[in-house]
């Protein structure tokens, strides 16, 4: 398994951006399927965005197609969620997670998601 820690959230006014980092420990990152889920207060948690193992593929939610960009540097042992154009709506914690392939986190959700770090809190204010 891998040992994943975010970093990069905070408050930031609705229209404004912010990009989140997951960094991984462990030698056998570049052969994860990387992905972003979030949890808002009273709602399950959802899947957001996943990149490929070598980042050639990646799949996002519906409701941040267009706003957000999931990129990974595999040199750094590190992936990244930029996120534009930000809405109330988007407030949740933000996890990052490990997984075998990008597509199944995206059909399946967190059923495939091997790894999970603990979590950073966006809040986005109207």
């Known amino acids: 398994q891998v040992q994943l820690v975010e970093s990069g959230g905070g408050l930031v006014q609705a229209g404004g951006s912010l990009r989140l980092s997951c960094a991984a420990s462990?030698?056998?990152?570049?052969?994860?399927?990387m992905g972003w889920f979030r949890q808002a207060p009273g709602k399950e948690r959802e899947f957001v965005a996943a990149?490929?193992?070598?980042?050639?593929?990646?799949y996002y939610a519906d409701s941040v197609k267009g706003r957000f960009t999931i990129s990974r540097d595999n040199a750094k042992n590190t992936v990244y969620l930029q996120m534009n154009s930000l809405k109330p709506e988007d407030t949740a914690v933000y996890y990052c997670?490990?997984?075998?392939?990008?597509?199944?986190?995206?059909?399946?959700?967190?059923?495939?998601?091997?790894?999970w770090g603990q979590g950073t809190q966006v809040t986005v204010s109207s």
């Open positions: 997670a490990a997984g075998p392939t990008a597509q199944a986190m995206g059909v399946y959700g967190q059923d495939r998601v091997g790894s």
């Open positions: 462990g030698r056998t990152f570049s052969r994860y399927a």
């Open positions: 990149i490929s193992w070598r980042g050639g593929s990646t």
